[in-house]
């Protein structure tokens, strides 16, 4: 691999032991039954042997370089990651509960749901919802109430009265009154 190139490869937790050391990964593409070309890859460590599937990410991620430790400048874009599923999973990778089938979106075979950090976890369904659908006779009740509201206007004149009771005084009955703006007082 070029030094320039820049790839994101997820493997399983067992894996991550492998890499400390200084090991050849391979990555070799294979023709998988079911599968597009160029999506199925064997992915090798030392004495681990698994399949990678390479997903389309949900956004693009920059990846930034630096030679003095203080100024970043972009290398480059990616938009896929290679996905490793654990050597159990290789037989039946699409299965109902497999790594792969939780990484994925519903109903999509290479588009991931999640991005890689913790605060793009479920972006697709986040950020991508679908609008409601609103009820046209809930919006036609609506219109009507605000209508009213601007036909009837602001109060001009206000009249307060406080009334002051005794401790065993009862209390009134409300008198209700209806406000006209056509009707001056």
Not at 8 to 24: A, C, N, S, T, Y
Not at 119 to 144: A, Y
Request: proline share 6%.
């Amino acid at each position: 691999m070029n030094v320039e190139d820049h790839m994101i490869l997820r493997v399983p937790e067992d894996w991550l032991q492998e890499f400390e050391g200084k090991h050849r990964l391979e990555i070799n593409p294979i023709d998988f039954p079911e599968e597009e070309p160029n999506r199925v890859f064997s992915v090798k460590v030392k004495n681990k042997v698994s399949l990678g599937f390479l997903l389309d990410l949900p956004c693009i991620i920059e990846s930034h370089k630096t030679l003095d430790c203080i100024n970043f400048f972009k290398a480059c874009d990616i938009a896929q990651m290679l996905l490793v599923v654990p050597e159990y999973e290789k037989s039946n990778p699409r299965g109902k509960y497999s790594t792969l089938s939780k990484t994925l979106v519903k109903g999509t075979k290479y588009k991931a749901k999640s991005g890689i950090t913790p605060g793009t976890h479920n972006i697709t369904s986040r950020f991508f919802r679908q609008e409601m659908v609103e009820d046209p006779e809930e919006v036609k009740k609506v219109e009507s109430l605000i209508k009213k509201v601007m036909d009837t206007g602001t109060a001009k004149i206000v009249e307060e009265e406080i009334i002051e009771l005794r401790e065993d005084e009862p209390i009134p009955e409300n008198q209700e009154y209806i406000y006209n703006p056509q009707e001056e007082i």
